[in-house]
């Protein structure tokens, strides 16, 4: 019996998306769950699962198409129980709405996560993807082995794949490799060029286990690893080692072409790019802004957070200065109500958020997202803390879905993970107001007539003067800022 596998919906306010790679071929067996396509949304990208098992019949689409919600992508022959299964649940209408509006990425462009970049990145990696089927079946486990969780790390097999001979391409382009953003990005960190990688996961797919097969089988066996493995990348520099912090190098994959100055690779711009593109120039031309400079003095807070980080690493939390920034934040932002706000100038409306949700900045590989915390206020700070390590490692392992992007009221860029002082930050529209905080360095400052060392935090605010005066925001900010300097009240505050 044919069953149809459609694009389902993805979430309040994604109409379509675009098709990057296609990880099936007609002909192929799959099972229930397994990954048949990559597509890009305004807000992620994510893999289309497939709804049943089955024999692959027809694909419908192809890497580069755009889809919207509904339209078939792959025909599979399969069993008429099948074909049942592969009917979505009903459910209740109610439970289906999301209670969140849904909100764009902010147009920032130096921006990064929020400190996470310390944390090891291996298991988001190993996470990413189902493990492959054995080409064999086991001796004596082939009838009950049961096939390998999606969120289980992937194991090699053995045999393993054959490595490809030094120099020899088995993908025509680096966007038709069936890999995933962590893969592509540790392929880039480890200087290997996908297109020489075989796949050992569904469909050819591309793990992190056979980029590391790979880098090991071309050293032992070419003798000249530079001729097979891709130009090093700047992490690969020692300089670039020290700054963990460093988002992954662009690498252009466009198709070369030639100006009349020199040679060129024209790409085409992903999705994400579009949309940000067009909110940055949104924002730039509707929103009147304003930005303030200011320091906090986090001397205080600094010691808090050394004597309790040792608490908070025994308990799987790592606990850096973002927990208490977010904390004083949404604070701050309950007692100013226009800076948690939108202006509905059609209406001639302003809308007062009762709620606080504060997004976080994060550069990713595919471009800017901003997830958000939900009810921030109300989250202590070993809440926010495991709430943001949590955050770090979905972004970082492309495992968010588009509902985490939706509903802020507030944003905040840590500029200082990578580095800078003070930047004037576009606004995340339809917000009004946007934190941009720099990295903390130690300053002379006069403290009762005597100039001492204080660990000074650098903030720049920018918010939207069609509703915030500049007398609000620095009230705002100032009230920010003596959070930040008297810690204790962020510990007692409910």
């Not at 078939?72 to 509006?101: C, F, H, I, N, R």
């Not at 320091?295 to 980080?309: F, G, H, N």
């Not at 958000?372 to 926010?384: F, V």
Request: proline residues 9%; glycine residues 6%; aromatic residues 2%.
């Amino acid at each position: 019996m044919a069953i149809e596998v459609t694009l389902p919906d993805l979430g309040d306010g994604i109409e379509s998306g675009d098709v990057l790679a296609v990880h099936v071929s007609e002909g192929d067996t799959v099972t229930k769950d397994q990954p048949l396509l990559e597509l890009e949304t305004d807000k992620a990208s994510v893999d289309i699962p497939s709804t049943a098992a089955g024999k692959v019949t027809k694909i419908h689409v192809s890497a580069g198409d755009s889809v919207s919600i509904g339209s078939v992508l792959v025909t599979l022959e399969g069993t008429e129980a099948e074909a049942k299964s592969a009917e979505p649940p009903k459910q209740d209408p109610e439970e289906e709405k999301d209670p969140e509006p849904a909100e764009e990425p902010v147009a920032e462009s130096e921006e990064e996560s929020p400190e996470p970049s310390e944390e090891a990145e291996e298991e988001p990696a190993a996470k990413e993807k189902p493990a492959a089927a054995p080409s064999k079946p086991a001796p004596a486990k082939s009838a009950s082995s049961k096939p390998a969780k999606a969120d289980e790390p992937v194991q090699l097999k053995s045999p393993t794949p054959p490595a490809v001979p030094a120099g020899e391409l088995i993908h025509e382009d680096a966007d038709s490799v069936p890999a995933g953003p962590a893969v592509r990005r540790f392929a880039r960190e480890v200087g290997v060029d996908l297109r020489m990688v075989r796949g050992s996961g569904p469909g050819g797919r591309v793990t992190r286990d056979d980029v590391l097969l790979t880098v090991r089988q071309l050293s032992q066996g070419s003798g000249s690893v530079a001729s097979t493995l891709a130009a090093p990348t700047a992490e690969a520099t020692p300089a670039a080692t020290n700054a963990t912090n460093a988002p992954p190098p662009i690498v252009p994959s466009g198709e070369a072409g030639q100006d009349k100055y020199g040679p060129i690779k024209a790409e085409k711009m992903r999705r994400i790019r579009k949309v940000t593109a067009a909110q940055m120039t949104a924002s730039w031309t509707t929103v009147p802004r304003v930005t303030n400079f200011d320091d906090a003095d986090v001397t205080a807070l600094e010691e808090l957070r050394q004597q309790s980080k040792a608490d908070y690493a025994e308990a799987g939390v790592k606990l850096t200065t973002m927990p208490f920034l977010i904390k004083a934040v949404a604070l701050a932002l309950k007692a100013h109500p226009e800076v948690n706000a939108t202006v509905d100038l059609e209406n001639e409306q302003i809308i007062y958020k009762e709620y606080v949700n504060v997004g976080i900045a994060v550069d990713s590989e595919r471009g800017l997202v901003v997830p958000n915390i939900r009810n921030t206020d109300r989250m202590s700070i070993p809440d926010i803390a495991r709430t943001l390590q949590q955050t770090a490692a979905d972004i970082r392992g492309n495992n968010f879905s588009p509902s985490q992007l939706q509903g802020g009221t507030f944003t905040i860029s840590n500029l200082g993970a990578i580095g800078g002082t003070y930047s004037t930050p576009i606004i995340n529209i339809p917000e009004v107001a946007i934190l941009l905080v720099g990295r903390s360095r130690m300053m002379p400052v006069v403290v009762e007539g005597q100039i001492v060392p204080r660990l000074m935090m650098p903030m720049s605010l920018s918010y939207d003067h069609r509703l915030v005066d500049g007398a609000s925001a620095a009230r705002f900010l100032n009230e920010v800022i003596s959070y930040l300097e008297a810690p204790s009240r962020l510990l007692m505050a409910p």
